[in-house]
């Protein structure tokens, strides 16, 4: 089968660092993306890996390991405005298709 | 420029009624994607278009009829819903990276439209 599992809130303090964890098991795997989504709006890119490592986008940080399937986006400097939900979504091989998570919201308080 | 657009915002429809969603991009992808979503939700995608021809259909039920008139526009016609379609519906578009590897292409999400079926 195929499953995406991330916790599903967390609640970090401004100007701090949080990690949030994405672990997932899909038939075929060509890439991860982290998306953020604002309730109500659309989700927008942040991140994508398709090799391990670490892949570091100002505040926002991406790692990947593929052998356990595990994921995680790091943000720093937690900013209110960082306060959303964090969808981890996996493309599989061979056609179009991601597979999302359901999402992590992110409460930042002052 | 990396704008979805999506239109209407907002749309009520009785269950007899038909009614379009309509999606533009002028980035020059040429996948297109419906997706739906509810509260709390992740996206759960139900279409793909792939240089205008349909390339995925996730078995959704005949009362959803997609439509690509060309690689900019993309439609979803909608007649005879139910209250329980209700949902945020996001259009989505990539560009396949064919160096890459033809499906590692990032998707960029229009705002959605809120649909209501009363």
């Known amino acids: 089968g195929q499953n995406i599992d991330q916790p599903t809130e967390m609640t970090a303090t401004e100007g701090a660092i949080v990690q949030i964890n994405c672990t997932y098991q899909t038939s075929g795997f060509n890439g991860l993306f982290w998306y953020q989504q604002h309730a109500g709006e659309a989700p927008t890119f942040l991140s994508y890996n398709v090799l391990d490592g670490l892949e570091e986008k100002g505040r926002f940080s991406s790692f990947l390991s593929r052998s356990k399937g595990y994921s995680y986006l790091l943000l720093k400097e937690l900013q209110m405005k960082d306060s959303a939900s964090y969808l981890c979504a996996v493309r599989k091989t061979g056609g179009f298709k991601t597979i999302f998570g359901a999402g992590t919201r992110l409460f930042v308080k002052a | 420029d990396t704008e979805v657009t999506q239109t209407p915002k907002h749309l009520v429809m009785g269950m007899t009624n038909k009614k379009s969603l309509k999606c533009e991009q002028h980035?020059?992808?040429?996948?297109m994607y419906w997706y739906k979503q509810k509260a709390k939700k992740p996206p759960e995608l139900m279409f793909v278009?792939?240089?205008?021809?349909?390339?995925i259909n996730e078995s959704v039920p005949s009362r959803f009829s997609p439509e690509c008139p060309n690689s900019s526009l993309l439609n979803l016609h909608l007649h005879a819903l139910q209250p329980e379609d209700s949902a945020l519906y996001l259009c989505?578009?990539?560009?396949?990276?064919?160096?890459?590897?033809?499906?590692?292409?990032?998707?960029?999400f229009g705002p959605g439209t809120r649909l209501t079926v009363l």
């Open positions: 989505a578009s990539s560009q396949p990276d064919l160096l890459a590897g033809a499906f590692r292409d990032t998707q960029y």
């Open positions: 278009y792939s240089y205008e021809k349909l390339s």
């Open positions: 980035m020059g992808h040429r996948a």
